[in-house]
């Protein structure tokens, strides 16, 4: 093994391996200079580099593996220049590493190669990320702009050029709240399929009065699935209310005042102590059943640094939403931010998922008066997002350092509003758009089959017997709840009125209609004929 550090080989780092014996480079090797020679650990990011012995650069789901050819020189610029060049931007590094020898470190690349694009970028992340003006003069005007974002590696803000760099500031957010997010496979292919224009024009096909009442069905599903998703089942007017809320989602902005707004509606009449944003500090998970101290899965961010973080918060907001960043994107980066950063004392998870459908609804991919119920498809999913949270909050945990306080709850010692700021946000991305495909692959498509099968019924039931809606809306819910047959404790309870003769029809009937193949499926492709209710009656089965 090598006595140069920059050149040893490692089999191990930050509790992942190696595919291979190699040598750690680009980021990863600025983490480690962090760790040896200034004792400072940052979160890894989801993908590092490293220079192997093989013949050919890939990637493996952790690693990104170069050939010696890519081998840069023994010194922190040339992986600063190798992390940009391969890697892209990972702010909570940078920073870490310019807090301790950064501006030694600028002074020195701009003496050297002033006009070099990434002493350009450097410079200005400097000076950006750590809010002070350098003494060095601005650059010659005539020079051509740099982009400070790579957009072949991740995905970009709206541009602010900085005339002093000459470099384009193309990044996602502020310097107090500034997520990326990584281009992968999966992620084009989301967005090249413009979910939201194939959902348009899918209910643009589709009966104007079913679409409504689809909605009003799909907005009370998704409210009760957000409450069941913190583990709540709130009495049925409690539901209905947030559910009329989500669908009033876009309408106003998003605001401090906004947020407090809600959480009193969320929580209801059962208020907390403090509501509105918190002066206390807070975590997510259990107490020892001896000790009562904290057992935290996830530790909110300090009271203290709420201020500089929500402002961050709704100021990316405020660029992203109104710049032609990918939605679905925007909805990821400020609901999950919020969710993470954990501003209020309870109602997070309710707020965090009505803020999905707010940035939906303001930046136009809601349309047609329907959301998309992403709580219900989250709730399908509820393992798989519980994962994508606990990727993020548990390795955070190891870098916060924090005590049990008198009352049980947990007191951060460190400095850790960065952990909260700057970090990779590609898999809830990814997740959240396999949410959104889901609502319009199948949920959408479902509630519009069954009301368009419960109206079909519903016409039938009206041919056999005389009963008022709601008892026809009831029977119709029964016969649903127990496969198409109505049981014996409930006819006779319910509907003793109704000859045996004229149940089975109805129940046979139930059985021919929601049998049929659901013929909304395939928004983009299948052509909907609206015109066949009430249906032909010689397909009903009615003597």
């Not at 002074?107 to 350098?134: G, K």
């Not at 500034?178 to 992620?187: D, S």
């Not at 876009?250 to 906004?258: A, F, Q, R, S, V």
Request: with cysteine.
């Amino acid at each position: 093994m090598s006595a140069n550090p920059y050149l040893q080989e490692v089999k191990f780092f930050q509790g992942r391996s190696t595919p291979y014996a190699a040598v750690l480079v680009g980021y990863a090797q600025l983490m480690r200079v962090l760790d040896q020679e200034f004792g400072t650990l940052v979160p890894a990011p989801d993908q590092l580099a490293l220079i192997s012995e093989k013949h050919h650069r890939h990637e493996t789901q952790q690693w990104q593996v170069f050939t010696k050819r890519y081998q840069p020189k023994d010194d922190i610029v040339s992986h600063l220049v190798f992390a940009l060049k391969y890697e892209g931007i990972q702010l909570h590094i940078l920073k870490a590493l310019f807090q301790h020898k950064g501006e030694a470190l600028i002074m020195d690349m701009v003496q050297a190669r002033p006009t070099s694009q990434y002493t350009r970028r450097l410079w200005f992340l400097y000076e950006w990320l750590m809010d002070v003006r350098l003494d060095i003069p601005d650059l010659a005007k005539k020079m051509e702009y740099v982009e400070i974002v790579n957009p072949k590696f991740q995905y970009t803000g709206p541009v602010r050029n900085s005339t002093r760099h000459r470099v384009k500031n193309n990044l996602p957010g502020s310097r107090e709240f500034c997520p990326l997010i990584r281009k992968t496979e999966k992620l084009e292919q989301l967005i090249s399929k413009h979910l939201d224009i194939q959902i348009e024009a899918g209910l643009s096909k589709v009966d104007k009065e079913l679409v409504r009442r689809s909605a009003a069905f799909l907005l009370l599903k998704d409210s009760k699935a957000s409450f069941a998703i913190e583990g709540e089942n709130p009495p049925s007017m409690r539901a209905r209310n947030w559910g009329k809320i989500i669908g009033q989602a876009g309408k106003n902005d998003l605001t401090i005042e906004e947020i407090e707004r809600l959480q009193h509606i969320v929580i209801g009449s059962k208020k907390l102590s403090h509501m509105g944003i918190r002066d206390v500090e807070g975590f997510i998970g259990e107490h020892d059943r001896d000790t009562f101290a904290p057992i935290p899965d996830h530790i909110s961010a300090k009271a203290d640094d709420l201020p500089s973080l929500m402002h961050g918060l709704l100021e990316a907001n405020n660029l992203l939403r109104g710049s032609e960043y990918d939605p679905v994107l925007t909805a990821t980066t400020i609901a999950f931010g919020f969710v993470f950063i954990h501003p209020l004392l309870d109602g997070n998870g309710r707020l965090h998922r009505y803020i999905i459908h707010h940035i939906l609804a303001k930046m136009g991919y809601t349309k047609m008066g329907i959301i998309f119920p992403v709580s219900a498809a989250i709730l399908d999913r509820i393992g798989v997002y519980q994962e994508v949270l606990e990727a993020w909050s548990m390795p955070r945990l190891d870098f916060i350092d924090w005590k049990s306080t008198s009352d049980h709850n947990a007191e951060i010692l460190n400095e850790t509003i960065d952990l909260y700021r700057y970090y990779d946000m590609t898999s809830l991305a990814e997740f959240l758009f396999d949410c959104i495909e889901d609502t319009i692959d199948r949920i959408i498509p479902t509630e519009l089959d069954f009301l368009r099968k419960y109206d079909q019924l519903a016409w039938v039931i009206n041919e056999v017997v005389s009963l008022p809606n709601s008892r026809v809306d009831l029977l119709i819910k029964l016969l649903n709840q127990n496969g198409g047959k109505l049981s014996k404790t409930k006819r006779q309870r319910l509907f003793e009125d109704l000859a045996e003769i004229d149940i089975q029809i109805i129940e046979d009937s139930y059985q021919e209609i929601f049998n049929r193949e659901n013929e909304f499926l395939d928004f983009g492709n299948t052509s909907f004929d609206t015109d066949d209710v009430p249906p032909d009656s010689d397909d009903m089965m009615i003597d």
